[in-house]
């Protein structure tokens, strides 16, 4: 077990003698002071795992010393030795987040045992926080949700991407998942302990726009009454996300190449400018080359943020996630309503697969979440997500759109949504047993598997199935 210990004592002997009690017995680094002025200035330039103090020193003692430790390094642990042991002071030293109070002199077993129980104790909270800090980030990283190679080749680039301090551009139409990609990024870096800020451009009035991002001093317009932090200085040391970026005006457009240039702001009415530091992550569904074609949006400023770019793919272009994405909103919105919802039926899943989704994501989940609210068994039926299309036999559930569409791409949604559906209901019937449910198509079990695999089917969330019903 590594760790770093500082001793701080104003008799030089007792430096002396602990710190061959420690080196001796254990593998900690050992630093020491006997100035408690000296011991902050330590405290500042380097990482210290425990502190061991004496109480009466001059210039400071040992409980003023306790309370810089904890606003300097919060972690660090703190144990007050002293001459002079009282309750109160024991007491007093506990309160302000001492870890023990010894009293002098001590045996050498008492101190060895001191240090480590509590260097144990720092070890086990840095390890939960690391655990809690990995947590957040899969949590954040897995809201994107999908296994087909473009998702996949998605996520490896955020992993790739998110360590760099470099700008990225995210196209994609509305409801692909934009922001999600931003959060990913930023919760995959070493800014994620820091503000993720988001910039509505579309949502965001003209008139207000630079003071909203800026910020602004008392009196600099009307209704100015105070000082105001903008969220460019909110987004300090963290990530600041321009949602919808093609919608910002020209003026601030601008004022962004700026920022993004100088890494200065400067509030309305302000005469200081303030440095910050800034990842820069920018969204958007339009053509950005088409909106400088017609002098809508800048070319520098286009450059500058285009220097990683992700293209996020419409649903229609990646429907074998729609299983896998209908699911994940299955089981968010059941637990939202409190209700006990198991699965969807080949019927209805073969209805989404069907759909166009020109609303991408967010329109699937809308209906699921419809799905879940309107049903009243233990399964999604076709007329709780799609009650205008139950009266419609099976073999015809392709939405209109579908002859929208070129001949090539409609056949190739309706043979997805044929496999779909019919590998749905023999595994149903054949209780998720793939050898009779094979032998029920007149198929080769082989084939039947790989049909399975290619449309991420789970063969195992039908066995039992029958017997419950």
Known sequence: MSGKILIVDDEKDMLILLTRIITEKTDYDVVTTHNPLKAIEMLENQQINM????????????????????????????????????????????????????????????????INNAMKLQNLARENKALLKSLKQQKKFFSIIGSSPVVTSILRRIEQVAQSSATVLIYGE?????????RAIHYHSHRNDNPFITVNCTAMPEQIIESELFGHVKGAFTGAWKDKKGLIEEAD???????????????????????????????????????VDIRFLAATNQDLTKLIAEKRFREDLFYRLNVINFQLPPLRDRKEDIPTLAHHFLEKYTMLNKKEIRRIDPEAMSALMAQRWNGNVRELENVIERGVVFCRSDHIELSDIFPEK??????????????????????????????????????????GNISRAAEQAGLQRQYLHRLIKEENINAETFKGLRGKE
């Open 390 to 431: 139950s009266h419609i036999p099976p073999c015809f559930l392709f939405d209109q759109a579908i002859y929208d569409i070129p001949f090539k791409e409609a056949k190739e949604n309706v043979i997805k949504a044929f496999h779909q559906s019919y590998i749905l209901a023999i595994l149903k019937e054949s209780n």
């Open 51 to 114: 502190v061991i103090t004496d109480l009466k020193m001059p210039k400071m003692d040992g409980i003023a010393l306790l309370d810089q430790v904890k606003k300097i390094q919060p972690a660090a642990v703190v144990v007050v030795m002293t001459a002079y042991a009282t309750i109160e002071t024991a007491v007093e030293a506990t309160r302000k987040g001492a870890f023990d109070y010894i009293a002098k002199p001590f045996r050498k077993e008492r101190i060895l045992l001191t």
């Open 237 to 275: 040391r963290g990530t600041l996300f321009f949602d919808e970026i093609g919608d910002l005006n020209m003026s601030m457009q601008a004022k962004l190449l700026r920022l993004l240039q100088e890494a200065e702001c400067k509030p309305v009415g302000g005469l200081t400018t303030k440095h």
């Open 174 to 182: 509305s409801g692909t998942g934009k922001e999600l990609v931003a």
